[in-house]
């Protein structure tokens, strides 16, 4: 399987590439981002340019890649709703809608939110554009996948890129063992979420829907990384 990453800068991202990287079903990685990742791999290739969506400017051939994993975002905190929906919406979309088109055999998994408003008219601000872009996703003619975790934890050192979350998750790491019992499925953790990733594009995966909540993700991402 021959990857295109984005956002593996990101905390989810870099939980995806480590998996990525280390499953041998996967052949290679190209990882598409406006900053270097500072990692190094037999599999790896990055494409840092300032317009990440520019694939045709990049000289990136969509047909010479199975899946594409989408894990760039940004948080909508005091975000106007123009500027949230050009950086959730239009930029995801400038990069579908072309490997779509050239490649419609391809796995496009988008990395979305529980909460998600699919109905586009709720209050929520980041749910009304994340259900929009989920919807305009499954419109297009490839195999699309919107993954929508809950709570989603960093591990193996994998860090996230925002202040707050950081904090966040230190203050409420020691709470998660209690999350899992009370809650089993709303915590993810970050390499579960790869796992899951590779299992949707991998072929003969009995995959449930193509809205996947976080139980969905916990399952699929539970098998072992598959090493020769």
Known sequence: MNVILFGA?????????RECLRDDSVESVLAVGRTPLGVS???????????????????????AYDACFFCLGVSSVGMKEDDYWRVTHDLTLTVARPLAAANPGM??????????????????MWARVKGKTENDLLELPFRAYMFRPGIVQPVRGVPSKTRLYRVLYAVTAPLVPLLRRVAPNLVITSDTLGRAMIAVATPGT?????????????????????RN
Not at 9 to 17: A, S
Not at 41 to 63: F, I, N, T
Not at 206 to 226: K, S
């Open 9 to 17: 800068t990101g905390m989810i991202g870099r939980g995806v590439l």
């Open 206 to 226: 009995a995959v449930p829907a193509h809205v996947l909540r976080p139980a969905d993700i916990n399952r699929l991402g539970a098998a072992p990384t598959r």
């Open 41 to 63: 791999h037999p599999k790896l290739r990055e494409r840092v340019q300032a317009d990440p969506s520019d694939l045709a400017g990049a000289g990136v051939d969509p047909a």
């Open 107 to 124: 796995t496009f998994v988008y990395v979305s939110g529980e909460g998600t408003d699919s109905t586009e008219r709720g209050r929520s």
